[in-house]
């Protein structure tokens, strides 16, 4: 029911920003609490951020809290995530997830419809 694409992945260096984009199929993209999560190498996927329908409440790892952002364009059909301060350790694919619920959690089985990823990649 909705199609999801991840951009804007690249190299930096180590305190730089980026930010991801998530496209997704456009008719009911407002019925979706959506994510952003992240896998990488020999490690288990992990929960990153998420936000409800309209954006308003957000939850963030701990390991992310003030340094990234999670927003929403429901306009747009788009959901950012707004990395600065970036690690070495923030080197992974991310992933955006959408939830068909108003809001959704930390959890990935929560969520039923994934992009294909983006690579981040920071250089220490």
């Known amino acids: 029911q909705v199609q999801l694409v991840e951009s804007g992945g690249g190299l930096v260096q180590a305190g730089g920003s980026l930010r991801l984009s998530c496209a997704a199929s456009?008719?009911?993209?407002?019925?979706?609490?959506m994510g952003w999560f992240r896998q990488a190498p020999g490690k288990e996927r992990e929960f990153v951020a998420t936000?409800?329908?309209?954006?308003?409440?957000?939850e963030y790892a701990d390991s992310v809290k003030g340094r990234f952002t999670i927003s929403r364009d429901n306009a747009k059909n788009t959901v950012y995530l707004q990395m600065n301060s970036l690690k070495a350790e923030d080197t992974a694919v991310y992933y955006c997830?959408?939830?068909?619920?108003?809001?959704?959690?930390?959890?990935?089985?929560?969520?039923?419809?994934w992009g294909q990823g983006t690579q981040v990649t920071v250089s220490s």
């Open positions: 936000c409800s329908r309209s954006g308003e409440s957000t």
């Open positions: 456009g008719r009911t993209f407002s019925n979706y609490a």
């Open positions: 997830a959408a939830a068909r619920m108003v809001v959704a959690g930390a959890s990935s089985h929560e969520y039923g419809y």
